[in-house]
């Protein structure tokens, strides 16, 4: 059973900090592209920054400059770095993965961890 384990999440400040990180446990042969999504309250979930087994990565505009996405592959875990938060990063945070899975990927998701900036 593949799964993909979030933590990290929490309550800051306005302009603080925090790294979820998500691990990747189960039956499979390699992880290729990882990713955070996020969810605002009532809005779509959106990408916020995604990353290539090689380290190549893709950050959405309205976090770029803030938020720094990086995997460690021996441990199978993909990383969020997030600096100056601001109210509207309040959101779920979901992590994504492409697991080889025998002959053919897949794409599985985190349970989410809650972000919550507010004073």
């Known amino acids: 059973q593949m799964q993909l384990v979030e933590s990290g999440g929490g309550l800051v400040q306005p302009g603080g900090s925090l790294r979820p990180s998500c691990a990747a446990s189960g039956s499979f042969r390699s992880i290729y592209d990882m990713a955070w999504y996020r969810q605002p309250p009532g809005k779509q979930r959106e990408l916020v920054a995604s990353i290539t087994r090689d380290g190549n990565t893709n950050t959405a505009d309205s976090v770029k400059g803030r938020f720094t996405i990086s995997r460690d592959n021996a441990k199978n875990t993909v990383y969020l770095q997030m600096n100056s938060l601001k109210p509207e990063d309040t959101a779920v945070y979901y992590c994504?993965?492409?697991?080889?899975?025998?002959?053919?990927?897949?794409?599985?998701w985190g349970q989410g961890t809650q972000v919550t900036v507010s004073s």
């Open positions: 994504s993965a492409q697991m080889l899975i025998t002959f053919q990927s897949q794409l599985y």
